[in-house]
């Protein structure tokens, strides 16, 4: 899998620094920047509220999220999207207990967060639909594009957006030509993302389905925990036609040397041991350190490159290779990314480089219960939030009054 970290988000609790951004922001946005708008929020059956919006983000990088507040408690991010810039698009809220709802619609993107100038109107739902709590579900997982690949061009890959909050595995649906969709992968959730997240709060990764016939395929990806499973939008269509697809070519056979046998009775001396080889074993980051989140790529290389292996990492959980002459790598020896060929039983431990300075530190969450000069609420109704009011003289007043 591709790993491509991105920027730091987290459920429920904003940061600090996003809420002093957003703080300014109502105050000094930007003129090129356009704010999310909800267009209106409409109760559907079967206790669901659909809401309408305009995203307005030029950024294709950006995430686009739907903020939901239940009776005036602290709002939550809920679900996530990938943006429609001038289209009209819209969020479903399914299943939704007795209460009162609100709506928020925003993005983050590489500069900051940007939310809609206001909650939408709330919508009221009674007792018909059950006064069960809301349960913490996963983040809806992104398919960002799906791709045709592998060495015989067999090979569907589906490259995701997958948020780590709440997630406590990951699975992969495939539909052939239309019919129902079987599962065909579920991953914890270490394996989808190589690890326990340090530093980061989704990931972008791509799964590798090898070994199609010809036809037409579509995916999903899910997220899912003890309370559920939260589903993808289905993918574009896959096509595997005969002209870009060679099966023989999928799995080559190794060749076998033949060492001629003669009746010489010379004796040989002992053969020197085979140089320690890494192979990937899929798509993959070679990095300039032992850790994906916290080290810059160096290259990328497809399945089935190889490189010498010249060490390994401090910690024993990766090879050091090298890539080219003076320039050593980092890649982990987990099976589902590295094969070894050759003596690797005296491989040296080396000293793992120094961190960049522009590593990203696991950040503290701020508490979940925000002061009122500090939530960006109109707490005691006088017209004026936060910062505004008069009566809050910093962020950490607990009211506005």
Not at 273 to 283: D, G, R
Not at 320 to 341: F, H, I, Q
Request: with cysteine; proline share 8%; aromatic share 10%.
């Amino acid at each position: 899998m591709i790993k491509n970290y991105w920027i730091l988000w987290k459920r429920g609790g904003i940061l600090l620094s996003v809420v002093f951004i957003f703080a300014l922001a109502a105050c000094n946005l930007p003129a090129t920047v356009a704010l999310p708008e909800i267009t209106s929020v409409v109760m559907e059956k079967n206790c669901s509220i659909r809401i309408n919006y305009i995203d307005h983000v030029k950024d294709a990088g950006a995430t686009v999220f739907l903020k939901r507040q239940v009776n005036n408690s602290p709002s939550e991010p809920i679900k996530m999207a990938v943006p429609h810039a001038e289209q009209a698009a819209s969020f479903l809220d399914e299943g939704l207990p007795a209460g009162e709802y609100s709506y928020r619609v925003g993005y983050f993107d590489a500069d900051g967060s940007y939310y809609s100038q206001q909650y939408s109107a709330p919508v009221t739902l009674d007792a018909a639909c059950g006064m069960e709590p809301l349960v913490d579900m996963p983040f809806n997982p992104i398919i960002i594009r799906v791709d045709v690949g592998g060495i015989g061009g067999c090979t569907a890959q589906i490259t995701a957006k997958v948020f780590a909050d709440g997630t406590d595995g990951v699975r992969v649906y495939r539909s052939t030509s239309g019919e129902e969709y079987i599962e065909i992968t579920d991953l914890s959730f270490v394996e989808w993302f190589g690890g326990p997240p340090t530093g980061f709060v989704f990931s972008t990764d791509t799964y590798s389905d090898p070994n199609l016939q010809k036809g037409t395929y579509t995916y999903k990806i899910s997220a899912y925990n003890a309370n559920g499973e939260a589903f993808s939008d289905p993918s574009a269509d896959v096509l595997i036609s005969e002209t870009n697809c060679d099966p023989t070519l999928e799995n080559i056979p190794t060749v076998v040397p033949v060492v001629a046998v003669t009746s010489t009775p010379t004796l040989l001396p002992a053969p020197e041991p085979k140089t320690c080889i890494w192979e990937a074993a899929v798509n993959v980051f070679v990095r300039k350190g032992p850790g994906a989140s916290l080290y810059p790529a160096i290259t990328g290389v497809v399945g089935g490159t190889q490189f010498p292996i010249v060490g390994q990492s401090e910690d024993g959980r990766f090879w050091v290779v090298e890539v080219e002459p003076g320039l050593n790598g980092y890649v982990s020896k987990a099976e589902k990314y590295s094969r070894t060929s050759g003596d690797c039983s005296n491989t040296p431990t080396l000293q793992d480089p120094a961190l960049p300075p522009t590593a990203i530190p696991t950040p503290t969450l701020a508490p979940r219960e925000i002061p009122q000069c500090n939530d960006g609420i109109d707490n005691d109704s006088d017209g004026n939030i936060d910062m505004r009011d008069r009566e809050c003289t910093n962020l950490d007043d607990k009211s506005e009054n």
